[in-house]
């Protein structure tokens, strides 16, 4: 069943702790001409809000797309369709945020390097090593895709620097809905 898409200017950032970000999303079965013009404006939506990277789920959608650009230029921005990592080695230990939860920063365990394989817009699949802040943005993305957020992975000290930040968001959610 293809996802229906609404209108882009209907869409926004998700905030944790809205349940559509704790969902698996699903294949990207036919790469059609509105998915290509969802990358584009995921771009544009992570630009404008300062970001590396945005998910699908992050917009409300639950299909397996990324975009990532490490200037955080929309024209810089690569879009990963279907994106599955492997050869995840190493150890790093960076400081990440996310769009989806705002006003947290912490430092996060991630694999090192990785290889993402994944289908581009044209429809044509690719792989590419990734090291460094790539590896961890693929990583935080692909996490995306799977309903996982940072904040799962943080050290509990870190939980409880961050506790007041998490239970404002919560209660934002509950306020807006
Ligand atoms: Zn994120």
């Keep these: 069943m293809p996802i229906e898409i609404p209108e882009f200017s209907s869409l926004n950032i998700l ?7 704790r969902q698996n999303s699903e294949l990207i079965t036919d790469i059609t001409p509105q998915i290509i013009a969802l990358s584009e404006h995921m771009a544009d939506m992570m630009e404008q809000s300062l970001g590396i990277g945005l998910a699908a789920p992050q917009i409300g959608l639950s299909i397996r797309m990324i975009v990532i650009s490490l200037s955080g230029k929309a024209e810089h921005a690569a879009a990963f369709i279907n994106p599955v990592l492997s050869n995840l080695e190493g150890e790093t230990d960076g ?15 991630r ?6 394989t994944a289908t581009n817009i044209h429809g044509k699949e690719f792989s ?6 790539l590896s961890i943005a693929l990583q935080h993305e ?9 904040i799962d992975k943080i050290s509990s000290v870190s939980k409880l620097v961050y506790r007041r930040a998490l239970k404002k968001l919560e209660a934002d959610y509950k306020n807006n809905k």
């Excluded at 400081?95 to 365990?109: Q, T």
């Excluded at 694999?111 to 993402?116: A, E, L, M």
Aim: net charge negative; glycine share 6%.
């Design 128 to 133: 590419l090593d990734a090291d460094e802040l």
């Design 111 to 116: 694999y090192s390097t990785c290889t993402v």
């Design 95 to 109: 400081e990440e945020g996310c769009l989806s939860v705002p006003g947290v920063r912490a430092n996060v365990k």
């Design 142 to 150: 692909t996490d995306h895709l799977e309903g996982k957020l940072f």
């Design 15 to 21: 905030s944790y702790p809205n349940p559509v970000l």
